[in-house]
T-cell receptor
Framework: DTAVSQTPKYLVTQMGNDKSIKCEQNLGHDTMYWYKQDSKKFLKIMFSYNNKELIINETVPNRFSPKSPDKAHLNLHINSLELGDSAVYFC??????????FGPGTRLTVT | KQEVTQIPAALSVPEGENLVLNCSFTDSAIYNLQWFRQDPGKGLTSLLLIQSSQREQTSGRLNASLDKSSGRSTLYIAASQPGDSATYLCADRNQFYFGTGTSLTVIP
């Protein structure tokens, strides 16, 4: 069983569109994250969500909005996509002892 | 804000060699430091986690140490193998801050 899963794996879309990336974890963790990895492979946190408390990285544009329907899911919705949004987006969850588990990533390409 | 630097950015070694990867922090108030590996096109896999009260962790051929006074962590890989080829990243503060990564190639 996959611990942290993301869909879709690849997403190609045009500028101005709205898209969502889904994330699910079956580990029973309370804390989940979204990260962005740019073309230089630098990994940057976007959001952290812990038991209904959302911690937002202030550098993330408000076009990005996380949505958590329940503890096992943290989806990422992006409005008005821009070329600079092209990156790999990773979802992750964190266990009781702070160990972290990553999803396989979603490669977003904005044309 | 914590800034994390990893040196070297890239490393190529022959199989069997022991090697050390470095991670340094601008803020020595480090807690819950974690080392990961990332294979091309894949997500991150956790290797070792050093919690606030610990100084090192070991798993198989891997040993990670943390020196808060100098703001540094090292990952030691013994008897390297081609399968160790990957990018290695360190992260601090409950994975809020990631390093820039070290790309390791182990040559058979």
């Amino acid at each position: 069983d996959t611990a942290v899963s993301q869909t879709p794996k690849y997403l190609v879309t045009q500028m101005g569109n709205d898209k969502s990336i889904k994330c699910e974890q079956n580990l029973g963790h309370d804390t989940m994250y979204w990260y962005k990895q740019d073309s230089k492979k630098f990994l940057k946190i976007m959001f952290s969500y812990n038991n209904k408390e959302l911690i937002i990285n202030e550098t993330v544009p408000n076009r990005f909005s996380p949505k958590s329907p329940d503890k096992a899911h943290l989806n990422l919705h992006i409005n008005s996509l821009e070329l600079g949004d092209s990156a790999v987006y990773f979802c992750a969850s964190r266990g009781t002892f702070y160990e972290q588990y990553f999803g396989p990533g979603t490669r977003l390409t904005v044309t | 804000k914590q800034e994390v630097t990893q040196i070297p950015a890239a490393l190529s070694v022959p199989e069997g060699e022991n090697l050390v990867l470095n991670c340094s922090f601008t803020d020595s108030a480090i807690y819950n430091l974690q080392w990961f590996r990332q294979d091309p096109g894949k997500g991150l896999t956790s290797l070792l986690l050093i919690q606030s009260s610990q100084r090192e962790q070991t798993s198989g051929r891997l040993n990670a140490s943390l020196d808060k006074s100098s703001g540094r962590s090292t990952l030691y890989i013994a008897a390297s193998q081609p399968g160790d080829s990957a990018t290695y990243l360190c992260a601090d503060r409950n994975q809020f801050y990631f390093g820039t990564g070290t790309s390791l190639t182990v040559i058979p």
